[in-house]
């Protein structure tokens, strides 16, 4: 049981380059959440989804895009990376509906330069 | 929106001293967790409130909700180096699924 994984753990991108990070999770959870972790900002959510094939905005979605085609898999898009999207950024998921933790990755750390 | 605001934004202990971290919410929480994070890695799942009142312990921290559920407290009794890490809370923000965690406290234990 793998938990909550995501690839890569470390990247490195230009300006204006494309890449996606891919979250997947072994535990059957409905819910699937991208965050960005920042010096002094904490966690902020990114995008989340609450089952396969939906997607929802959380507090800072601009710049970054997000699909859920498998219930196990949860990508997060940058389609033209900005130095100001260098940041760790964490990849959770929880059961679904109702009072439960989130089970998070162990984070991916881009530079964008 | 809701906000929540921890403090003290850092704190430097020696070994076998009790601390206490408080989280307060802008608007009532709908569920309140704490988690801790080590540096450099993911967030672990300490406790989950939910009532008003609600107090909850696991070895040697305790985790309590205010009765009108907008602060909670996280206490660490005879802290030990083990203990030192970033610890940050986090809650449904009104009740939409779209989680909010505080700033964080960083933690650190002296030996």
């Known amino acids: 049981n793998a938990g909550v994984t995501q690839t890569p753990k470390f990247r490195v991108l230009k300006t204006g380059q494309s890449m996606t990070l891919l979250c997947a999770q072994d535990?059957?959870?409905?819910?699937m959440y991208w965050y960005r972790q920042d010096p002094g900002m904490g966690l902020r959510l990114i995008h989340y989804s609450v089952g396969e094939g939906t997607t929802a905005k959380g507090e800072v979605p601009d710049g970054y895009n997000v699909s859920r085609l498998k219930k196990q898999n949860f990508l997060l898009g940058l389609e033209s990376a900005a130095p100001s999207q260098t940041s760790v950024y964490f990849c959770?998921?929880?059961?679904?509906?109702?009072?439960?933790?989130?089970?998070f990755g162990p984070g991916t750390r881009l530079t964008v330069l | 929106s809701q906000e929540l605001e921890q403090s003290p934004q850092s704190l430097i202990v020696q070994e076998g001293k009790n601390l206490t971290i408080n989280c307060t919410s802008s608007?009532?929480?709908?569920?309140l967790y704490w988690y801790k994070q080590k540096y450099g890695e993911g967030l672990i799942f300490l406790m989950m409130?939910?009532?008003?009142?609600e107090e909850k312990s696991h070895e040697k921290i305790t985790a309590k909700l205010d009765e009108k559920k907008q602060q909670s407290s996280l206490h660490i009794t005879a802290s030990q180096p083990s203990h030192a890490g970033i610890y940050l809370c986090?809650?449904?923000?009104?009740?939409?699924?779209?989680?909010?965690f505080g700033t964080g406290t960083r933690l650190k234990v002296l030996a």
């Open positions: 409130l939910q009532k008003g009142g």
């Open positions: 535990m059957n959870h409905e819910y």
């Open positions: 608007k009532t929480l709908y569920g």
């Open positions: 959770a998921s929880s059961y679904g509906e109702g009072y439960n933790e989130q089970f």
């Open positions: 986090g809650a449904d923000n009104s009740g939409t699924y779209k989680y909010i």
